[in-house]
């Protein structure tokens, strides 16, 4: 699996990140009643594609809900913080506080393929 992280090791640059990040499989991030996908995630944070909601950087917030391209989804709670939001490109940067086991576990899962269809 290539990941930003290694991406950035091989191209010489110094990844700080403490968490090294995935482009595949997507993860479907649900705010409020509304259903985004992530296209950059890890278990820190992740950068949603096509937000046109009202929130802006600083802004605290709820997810309760994550779900996978298969389908799967599970219930929970991570609480969340606004880094960036890129009007232009529609994308909106989080990073997670207070990650729940439940996200924490659908997280590695996903990550390690045991939730494709």
Not at 76 to 99: I, M, N, P, S
């Amino acid at each position: 699996m290539v990941t930003e992280h290694s991406k950035g090791i091989e191209n010489g640059l110094v990844d700080r990140r403490k968490y090294s990040r995935i482009n595949a499989p997507y993860l479907h991030v649900f705010v409020g009643k509304r259903e985004f996908i992530a296209i950059s995630w890890s278990m820190g944070g992740c950068i949603l594609e096509a937000y046109d909601g009202e929130l802006t950087p600083g802004a605290l917030f709820d997810i309760y809900r994550l779900g996978a391209e298969s389908g799967a989804e599970v219930d929970l709670l991570v609480r969340a913080r606004v880094l960036r939001r890129e009007k232009e490109t529609g994308r909106l940067a989080l990073t997670f506080h207070d990650v729940d086991n439940r996200a924490y576990a659908f997280m590695q899962e996903l990550m390690a393929g045991n939730l494709s269809e």
